[in-house]
């Protein structure tokens, strides 16, 4: 069969007029990926499952209306989620930045394989992944420090759900659109604490003070962000830009804020030379 449009295929084929088929249709290759017809739009087929039929006409051309794979008539458009889930590693784990077999998530979403989604370093030892899901399903989840079980965060009962064998889960329910979930620390319900040292080393901008630009670090490349100066009038956003260096030279002196999505703030300095 050939594509024609996303996730739909045709084929033409040759019959005689009245002649009646009986046909499935296969996912692949071999009779393993054939698909189930229901048997209210089916006919016995003498092996214990039902086949599509159709009886030809006189027509030259007849154009058949697509059915769902293993369904009865057009298949039911789902509105999907895309979901980004994000975890702060910061010093709930034995290593400083992943395990030698990276950090993953698992849950319901990919039947709790600990080795499906793999986690990618945002900044810091914050890791994020992102997955589709339909929406309105609730799903559970768990980080994991490695790809194995055994390696599994341990969620707090606060901010989890029993999967009903006395396993706490994280869970979220979900709705259409892009979600990008806060960031939570490792086994815990609420982003990590940041130290100063921490804060300095990860969100400073340099030069600080800045005469003509700022350079901001990694970390703005992967996170929503605005800058305001000091009565909170907007400067920038970070959509705004394609180079992590700010030009600032027709700014004002004084006193700036940087403000983070996941809700942390800091500041740098504007004095321009004389």
């Given amino acids: 069969m050939s594509q024609y449009a996303p996730n739909k295929f045709e084929a033409v084929v040759v019959l005689n007029s009245n002649e009646t088929v009986q046909y499935k249709i296969i996912n692949g290759y071999g009779w393993n990926n054939q698909e189930i017809v229901p048997e209210s739009c089916g006919i016995p087929n003498g092996f214990g499952s039902f086949d599509r039929t159709y009886t030809t006409t006189n027509q030259t051309m007849t154009t058949l209306e697509g059915d769902c794979f293993s369904g009865c008539g057009p298949c039911q458009i789902i ?63 768990k980080f994991l420090f490695g790809n194995a079980w055994g390696t599994e965060e341990i969620v707090p009962f606060e901010c989890g759900v ?93 006193i700036y804020f940087i403000r983070m999505n996941n809700n942390l703030t800091t500041k740098f300095f504007i004095q321009h030379e004389n």
């Fill in 162 to 254: 029993d999967d009903g064998s006395g396993n706490i889960n994280r869970s979220f329910l979900a709705s259409a659109g892009s979600i990008n979930l806060p960031v939570v620390c490792w086994s815990q319900c609420q982003p990590c604490p940041m130290n100063v040292l921490n804060l300095q080393e990860i969100l400073q901008p340099f030069p600080n003070p800045a005469n003509d630009f700022i350079q901001l670090p990694n970390a703005f490349t992967y996170s929503n962000f605005q800058i305001v100066d000091a009565l909170g009038k907007e400067m920038k956003l970070n959509n705004s830009f394609q180079s992590p260096v700010i030009d600032v030279s027709d700014w004002a002196n004084g």
């Fill in 79 to 141: 509105p999907m989620c895309t979901l980004t889930l994000n975890v702060d590693l910061g010093s709930g784990t034995t290593g400083v930045f992943a395990a030698p077999e990276g950090v993953h998530v698992a849950g319901s979403f990919n039947n709790w394989d600990p080795t499906a989604t793999p986690m990618t370093l945002q900044f810091g030892t914050t890791y994020s992944a992102t997955i589709t899901i339909p929406e309105n399903e609730l799903i559970q989840y």
